[in-house]
């Protein structure tokens, strides 16, 4: 899985959209439709574990076990959300060989001050440039495979400005990350401006109602990005569903009325492979 990120990251001819996924079912289903790698979304994490928005209330522990549990669930790549790393470099550290051996084929890492929040939210700040620095040559330093990809996100853009955000991610690349991302550009003149100034493969995050223009895959490629992340479609669109169908059943009793707008449970067990697992059932009790 890791050498199939890498050169997906690599092939310069298309771009990768990504979608976010925060459980395993989720990503069963991203994988079943055809994507070739997907994102754990901390945001997304943090609202189905604990209820709570992304304001900092998830850990190293909550970001690694929920890491497990999907990498464990499918056979494609999976880029690990990691925030601000959970502490120093030595933090980032332990925690990028603990992912590794999750069986995340990546990670991001973020330069927010902690406790961090949504990219796309305001009262963020960042760190000086030298803390960041020791923390991601740290991840460098962690991977125990160079197929291992590691995702250096700025968020400068908010507090320090575009230029600044522009030069901590050439500085970033240069030391060592396989992919920069330069968060919640503004405009379309923005993002052209970073796919122009910065080489190397880049992030564009379309975050639906967020602070940065929702463009096609094919646009965004032709500025330069290669990374196409859609981190929150399948919480919202999960959220919309579940409040339309619970709004229906508290209504009328009864989802009578929603019934195609709902898999059936024959649907529903083959994306979780019960015919597989019932073949190995019987299969053990001919033992």
């Not at 925030?83 to 925690?95: E, F, I, P, R």
Request: charged share 25%; proline share 3%; glycine share 8%.
């Amino acid at each position: 899985m890791l050498k199939n990120l890498k050169r997906l990251i690599n092939d310069s001819t298309k771009p990768l959209v990504i979608p976010g996924v925060y459980d395993a079912i989720g990503a069963k289903i991203a994988q079943k439709v055809g994507f070739e790698a997907m994102f754990q979304t901390g945001y997304g994490t943090s609202a189905t574990l604990f209820g709570m928005p992304d304001y900092g209330f998830i850990g190293a522990t909550e970001t690694i076990e929920n890491a497990r549990r999907i990498c464990s669930s499918v056979s494609v790549p999976v880029i690990v959300d990691s925030d601000t790393g959970y502490g120093n470099a030595l933090s980032v550290w332990k925690l990028v060989n603990e992912l590794q051996a999750s069986g995340a084929a990546g990670m991001f890492l973020e330069d927010q001050r902690w406790p961090k929040r949504c990219g796309h939210m305001a009262g963020k700040e960042v760190v000086e440039t030298e803390e960041y620095v020791e923390k991601l040559q740290a991840a460098v330093d962690a991977k125990q495979s160079k197929d291992f990809i590691i995702v250096a996100r700025t968020d400068a853009r908010a507090t320090r400005g575009l230029d600044e955000a522009i030069e901590r991610a050439k500085l970033y690349k240069k030391i060592g990350a396989d992919v920069v991302f330069v968060e919640a550009p503004r405009s379309i003149e923005e993002m052209k401006k970073i796919g122009k100034e910065i080489s190397g493969p880049l992030v564009a995050n379309m975050i639906e109602g967020g602070a940065t223009p929702i463009l096609s895959a094919k646009e965004l490629h032709r500025m330069g990005f290669k990374i196409i992340l859609y981190p929150l479609s399948v919480l919202y669109a999960n959220t919309f569903a579940t409040l339309t169908i619970l709004r229906e059943l508290r209504k009328s009793g009864t989802t009578k009325k929603l019934s195609k707008e709902v898999v059936t449970f024959d649907q529903f067990n083959d994306i979780v492979e019960l015919a597989k697992f019932r073949k190995m059932e019987n299969r053990y009790k001919k033992l």
